[in-house]
């Protein structure tokens, strides 16, 4: 089993007296994260379009990069060389990789599954792959992140249960195999990932399954894959409450702020979401909760900030018309300022739901994201 206690550890610091949300200290080698926390995306070792220093001015403390994309390109010996993803990429903070599961599975047309793994052929150069477990750990222990996830079968929605039990099942049998392959259980935490699709007994079942095993920590994966937003809420809130509580909760891929504030008060700890930057490279600003185009008319004369209370660098020293104006321009600035605030934003609505964990106001101050969303607010 795991020897991971020694370098990883998470502590509960408050808890909400009217929900399961709760407040805490993920504990890694390269420092620790404040929970609950947005973590940003960056799949390539880059959050695209920002410098490191960009990201800790924007309140990131643990960032993610992705295992497929780093293993097509540059390779995970390239990176080992370098000294690992820390010093590669230039983030002194914790970093977590993604298995690569997600994004072999959505090459519908191009992979073969087996029970020993996934055959598919290169996006980038047509050569066959095969991924498997002990093969995505090992690239995993190259790449030195400081949380390492599991090699996962994620099925697509809509799925017919025989093929999602099918999965689920497989994923728990690839999941013992990534634990004896893991090389580096004291400076990599390798977390587990609960599927089960939209089966809520199958995701119960999963969870208990994965729980056994006594790993640092627990994801659910499998969600925000086409299936409507409600099903989120339904999934976390059956599957949540059958993790540890001394272990850090992990919901894979949902980074809006209904679906973050719902997912917390069931007790969730950490999320990503590619939303922040795609959406400043489209020239989209998230602002208290809702979704701005820059390129629309009315910021064309607009000169106030684009959101006067966020400390961002963007919103400190320029107006609503100059970024509608680089957008209009396609300036790279444009991007790079809009996908700083849009990163800072989300971090800070997490920053605030912590404060208010830790004072007991998580109820009544966020109330408003807690309610079931109609299809309008959606």
Same mark, same amino acid.
């Given at each position: /089993?795991?020897q ?15 929900t ?18 947005? /973590?940003?995306v ?13 990201l ?5 403390? /643990? ?10 390109? @540059?390779?995970?010996d390239? #990176? ?26 959505s ?5 073969? &599954?087996?029970? =020993? ?7 980038? *150069? ?6 498997t ?12 992140? *400081?949380? &390492? ?6 099925? @697509?929605? @809509? ?5 999602? =039990?099918?999965?689920?099942? $497989? ?8 634990? =004896? ?16 699709? #939209?089966?809520?007994?199958? $995701?119960?079942?999963? !969870?208990?399954?994965?729980v056994?095993? *006594? ?6 994966g ?7 937003? =409600?099903f989120?809420?339904?999934? #976390?809130?059956?599957? !949540? ?27 969730? *700890?950490?999320?990503d979401?590619?939303? @922040?930057?795609?959406l ?19 910021? $064309?004369?607009?000169?106030?900030p ?5 400390p ?19 300036? #790279?600035l ?9 990163v ?9 739901? $912590?404060?208010? &964990? ?21």
């Amino acid at each position: /089993m795991q020897q991971h206690k020694a370098s990883f550890s998470f502590q509960c610091q408050a808890s909400c007296s009217q929900t399961k949300a709760r407040a805490g200290v993920f504990t890694t080698p390269h420092g620790w994260v404040e929970t609950p926390r947005f /973590m940003p995306v960056g799949t390539l070792a880059t959050v695209k379009t920002l410098t490191p220093e960009q990201l800790k001015a924007a309140g990131s403390q /643990m960032v993610l990069a992705n295992t497929y994309h780093l293993h097509l390109q @540059p390779g995970e010996d390239i #990176v080992k060389q370098a000294g690992g993803l820390h010093r590669f990429m230039g983030w002194q903070g914790p970093i977590l990789t993604d298995s690569g599961g997600f994004q072999v599975f959505s090459l519908s047309q191009l992979r073969t &599954i087996t029970e =020993e793994g996934v055959m598919f052929r290169s996006p980038r *150069d047509g050569r066959m792959i095969n991924l498997t477990p002990e093969r995505s750990i090992e690239i995993q222990n190259a790449l030195g992140a *400081d949380v &390492i996830m599991a090699f996962d079968e994620c099925p @697509p929605y @809509p799925a017919e249960r025989s093929e999602v =039990e099918a999965a689920t099942e $497989r994923t728990y049998r690839w999941l013992k195999r990534c634990i =004896e392959a893991h090389a580096r259980p004291v400076d990599q935490a390798l977390f587990g990932i609960v599927q089960g699709g #939209v089966y809520l007994d199958l $995701r119960r079942a999963a !969870a208990q399954s994965l729980v056994s095993l *006594d790993l640092p920590g627990y994801a659910i994966g499998g969600v925000s894959v086409g299936e409507p937003a =409600e099903f989120i809420h339904q999934i #976390v809130e059956a599957t !949540a409450p059958y993790l540890p509580v001394d272990k850090p909760r992990y919901l894979m891929g949902v980074g809006t702020y209904r679906e973050m504030a719902r997912a917390i008060a069931s007790g969730i *700890d950490l999320f990503d979401c590619v939303i @922040p930057t795609r959406l400043g490279r489209h020239g989209a600003a998230l602002v208290q909760g809702e979704r701005w185009n820059l390129k629309n008319a009315r910021f $064309r004369e607009d000169f106030t900030p684009l959101d006067a209370s966020c400390p961002c660098y963007g919103c400190q020293n320029f107006s609503r018309a100059y970024l509608s104006h680089l957008v209009r321009c396609k300036e #790279v600035l444009g991007y790079t300022l809009l996908s700083l605030h849009n990163v800072t934003e989300l971090i800070r609505f997490t920053q605030q739901i $912590r404060a208010a &964990i830790l004072s007991d106001r998580f109820f009544t101050e966020f109330a408003h994201w807690l309610d079931t969303p109609t299809s309008a607010q959606l």
